[in-house]
Each structure stands twice: as C-alpha cells, then as structure tokens.
C-alpha cells in the first residue's frame, strides 16, 4: 500500500463522514491527541481500545476502523440526539483517566458540535496551562516532550496485572511491519485471523490474570507453578472459545504468566532467578514420551527447547540482551514504533522460533535469522523484508510473544536505577514498596 | 493568473483549515478567515496565506477560510490543493 499522507487521510474521511450523514443524524470519530508523523504504536493503539471500549457494546459492527500513519481512528455512526452524545463524549474526554489522550468530534448535518457551545472551556495543553491549540502552533514544547507525556500517561494508568496484560499484547499486535505477522493493518500470512480476532482474544483472556493476585505465595515453588500452570489451561481454554479454535496466544500467554507469577510470588528476589525455580517442573514435560506438540517433538529430535527452554533458563537471553537493547533504542529512535519493531527483528535474529520451525524448518529459521540480524542494522530493508516474509509464507509468532514479554519487563518491572526488582505498582495486596 | 472556478481542500477537524477559492469580480485578492485562534494568529495565517497565493502566482480570488489551528504547512498545503483543484 502506497504511503498516505495525513492531510489526504483527513480529505478522504471527510468524504466518508459526509456520505454517512446523508443517512444517518449523527457521527462521532475517536482519534488519538499524539504528535508526529506517525502516530501508531503501542501506546496510541491501547489508548484507542481502552477509551473505544467505553463507547459501544458492540465493539465491531457499528464502526468504521483504520490504521494508519494517522494512528487508530474510528468512525462511529447513529441516528441519535447530537447533543446527547456530544456532552457524553466530552464527559468522557474529561474524566476518564487516559481521556486527554483522545480527540472525539461529533458531527451531525450542520456541522461540528463544539465544546464551547456546551459552555466547556478550550482543552489545555498536556505540560502547561496555555490553551493546547496555540502551543501547538507556537510549537512551544519539543515534540518528545509531549510524546513522553501520553507514554507516560498510559504507563501510570495501567495498575494492575490484566491492564499491563492487555497493553503487551496490544504492543507486539501494532508493531508493524510485522513480518508475516497480525498488525493493525494486514492478516499477514494468516487466512484464519486479523486485528479483530486478537482484540477479541486479548479482551476475553486479560482480566483472567489478576486472579494471579489470590496465589498463595507461602506455598513451595512446584505448587505455586502448579496453580500457574492450570491458571494458563483455564486461560487458553478461554482464547479458544473466543476465537472459535484459533491459536492467538499460547506461548504469550505462557510467558506472562511465567513473569507475572515470579514477581507475585516473589517480589523481593530477583526475578531472573524466581522464573529459573518456578519452571523447572517444565523439565518434566521434555521426558513425556509422547511428545505431543510441535514444540516437544522439536527437542526430541534436534534439543531445541523452545518456550519451555527460555523459561528454565530464567529469560537470560531477555534480561542480558533483548532488554537493554530495548531501553536503550526506545531512547534513540525518534519513532516508538521503530524502537519495537528493531527489538522485534534483534528477537528474530536470536532465538530459535519454534513456530517458523514449524513451517518452514531449520533452513527457514536461518534464513530469517540471518535477514533479520542484517535488518537491524538498516530500516531500508525492513519493507524488503515484511514482503519476503509474506512471500515465503513466514511469521514470527514466537518472536513476538517475546517482544511482548520484553515489554512486560521494561515498562512494569524496570527501575533505572535500580536495576530490576521484582513488582512495579501491582499487586496490591502485598506490601512491596522497596523502602 | 486568476480563478476561475471554486474549489475546496482540508477538512474542519481539529489542526486542519478547510479552505474555499472562489473567483473574484473585483479582480483582487480577497481573504475572508475565521480561526479558533484569530486573537493570537490572524497575523501570521494571512501572511502565510497571501505569500502562498503570491508563491503560487495567483492575483485574484476570494480565499474563505475557516480555521482549526492548522500549522503553516498545512495551510501552505490546502491552499495549493484548492488552487490546483480550481485551474
């Protein structure tokens, strides 16, 4: 797809919203408050969810969704009163915590509702008290500064296990070029599954983590992985019934709950070493002589331990080198979504991805090793690349669930000062507060 | 060069500016705005409209436009669309 500027994208939705007003009394479009030149990423795309949610029941069928350079947007149609969703979206832009980080116009056939004609005064803007409108023409503040601030917005928000569930996932889902994978704006290789399908999933499955708060962590490391590990089955029985049949997130959500369930377990110990205790019951697995998943049958046959391995070996390979990597391009890429999309491509390059063993063997799996390994040093390849990987049919499922487990690590459970330490601010029920 | 023919580019959302060209019978050039932020910008978006309109070798039309605090490049932008729209 050729790349559409902005201004085109608005001109083109105008038209859109104008066509719908023929036959409809009122639109509404929910768009994200967040500078730059290209404006979807992982904490644009779960501030679009978390405040799309609040709007419809009905999630899919009344919408119009894009994603794009825009961002996500979405075009919300209705032959209801104007006013009465006007003042309920300004409602929600005011007092929903991630509300500041959204832009919702309603429109009806005379034209844009404004705020105020509801007697609200202009929206100010995210780091001072001027009017948001003339600093944005003044360009006062760098635009880091203000990008920093919606990450940070998202960042304080998410407080509990099933919030930083839902954001990880929807990190490794926007990060595009995926690669072969799902991304906002293709299937990728897939036929059976699109953006939808993972929302679906990542909806039905998050809130099943927080049940991880009621372990009791006084019991010994096999029980407590025990109750991790049937907590999981209850929680991919679930992604089945949501997704009718259709593996979305297996080994995400395994290594979730891997790290989760160490920093519940034990949050003072570093968590490294909590992860290496709790799997070693994982040993058990790889002596099951019927061997029945694609992940087993591969350590028979070659010792490649998979999701299994990297979890008996703590997540070294995150925490010596997926991790710091992150961090430290978060800090020089100018565009977020650059910075995951490079982790994304060092993953591919490092681990052995059992699910494009699966499909296209050992040869494949060096072969995307090594374009990956060259991609990381050059974004002009990444587009090459993205093509061949749909070409050839590849998509690195196992690489992603990393990414996102990267994403756990760095965002939750990251103090720069401190290193890392097992909690951030979840968890509630203990006293974890490092004095 | 004049216009001849009206035409329209942008959009009323927000850091857009919808811009319309329509011929003028004086034979000048004429610009009507309106701008959620006329107190603080007048100044500057009429300065960046009529050096568009120069760059862009246009002596008469009337230039309506309404503004949602659109940057300079963004007016720069629809009024070229407009103009090119209207030749």
Redesign the interface.
Known sequence: MASIDI?TL??Q??IKIDAMLQKHDTVWVLKCNYPGNQKLNAYTFFVFFTILKEMRTDLWRHMDMSFTVEGPVAIMWGNVDPVIIKKSMIMLEEDHPLGRYV?I?VIDAY??LKRTAFDRP?RTCFVCDE?A??C??N?THDIKVIQDHFVQGVLSYIDTPSKMVTFCAMAELATHPGFGKVTPMSTGIHQDMDVRTFIDSIYAISPMFDQIEQFDCDQESDMYFNQLRQLGLAIENQMFLTTGGINTHKGFIFLMLMVLGAAHYRPYDPLQETIRTLAKPLTMDFQDTTMSTTGLRWYRSHQIAGIRGLALDGLDIVFDEFLPYFIQTLESEADINDAFVSTLLLIMSRIEDTTILKRQGLDGLAWLQKQAKKALQDKSQWKALDKACHKQGFSPGGSADVLAVVVLLACFFYDSKEGFYGHQQTFPGRDVRKQ | MDINKPSQ????????VYVQLLPNPNGNIEIKLKS??YK??KDQILQVANQTLKDLQITSCVLIMDD??A?DH?IK??IESAVKRSL
């Open positions: 201004l608005k001109e939705r105008k832009d116009d034209g844009y202009f009017i409108h003339v944005v023409r360009q | 580019a942008g959009t009323l959302e927000s850091n857009d959620i932020v603080q910008f949602q605090g940057l963004t932008a629809r």
